[in-house]
Every structure is written in structure tokens, then in C-alpha cells.
């Protein structure tokens, strides 16, 4: 069985995207969800957009931040793969 990648261990410090100041000052909100390719290494091989926020410049934080992302590995029984993962990432105002 196929065990998929995760980007939430905590071990693993993936900062959370820059909220853009423009996006803050107009009020912008929403969930990006992308799909990334993830390297049997951990490393983000491919990221795509699968459902925007509605706003571009959400939607470019959300990517330009899991780029630099790192995974623990899908893995095959005790063997790391390429996988593919979705990541939901919410930008909200709060007060």
C-alpha cells in the first residue's frame, strides 16, 4: 500500500505564505489548494494550482511558499516514492 507525503510533521518548519499587503489591505481572503509532485527525497517536484482563492496574488504566495517546502516522502512499504499530495492553504483576516 502507498502511504502519501506529508508537509505537516512538525519537524519539518514549513513556514506558513507571506499574507501579500495588498491582499491585507483590500480585505482578500480564500483557500488555495494545490497539488504538488513530491520527490522520493522530500523536495517539491511540481506544483500546481487546483482550486484558486479567488485572488491571483493569494494564489501566487500559496505557491511561492510551498516551493520551498519540504516532505517527508510518500513511501511503498519502507521505500520513499514520488507521490503526489493536495494542500489546502487559507488566507484570513482576523480583527
Given at each position: 500500500?502507498?502511504?502519501?507525503?506529508?508537509?505537516?510533521?512538525?519537524?519539518?518548519?514549513?513556514?506558513?505564505?507571506?499574507?501579500?499587503?495588498?491582499?491585507?489591505?483590500?480585505?482578500?481572503?480564500?483557500?488555495?489548494?494545490?497539488?504538488?509532485?513530491?520527490?522520493?527525497?522530500?523536495?517539491?517536484?511540481?506544483?500546481?494550482?487546483?482550486?484558486?482563492?479567488?485572488?491571483?496574488?493569494?494564489?501566487?504566495?500559496?505557491?511561492a511558499a510551498?516551493?520551498?517546502?519540504?516532505?517527508?516522502?510518500?513511501?511503498?512499504?519502507e521505500?520513499?516514492?514520488?507521490?503526489?499530495?493536495?494542500?489546502?492553504?487559507?488566507?484570513?483576516?482576523?480583527?
Amino acid at each position: 500500500p502507498l502511504v502519501p507525503p506529508r508537509f505537516d510533521a512538525d519537524y519539518l518548519s514549513n513556514p506558513p505564505p507571506e499574507y501579500p499587503a495588498l491582499s491585507r489591505r483590500l480585505g482578500e481572503e480564500g483557500q488555495v489548494l494545490l497539488r504538488v509532485r513530491v520527490s522520493a527525497e522530500g523536495l517539491p517536484l511540481a506544483v500546481e494550482l487546483r482550486r484558486s482563492s479567488g485572488f491571483q496574488r493569494l494564489d501566487e504566495a500559496a505557491r511561492a511558499a510551498v516551493k520551498d517546502w519540504k516532505f517527508v516522502p510518500a513511501r511503498r512499504g519502507e521505500t520513499p516514492v514520488e507521490a503526489w499530495v493536495l494542500i489546502p492553504i487559507s488566507f484570513t483576516l482576523r480583527g
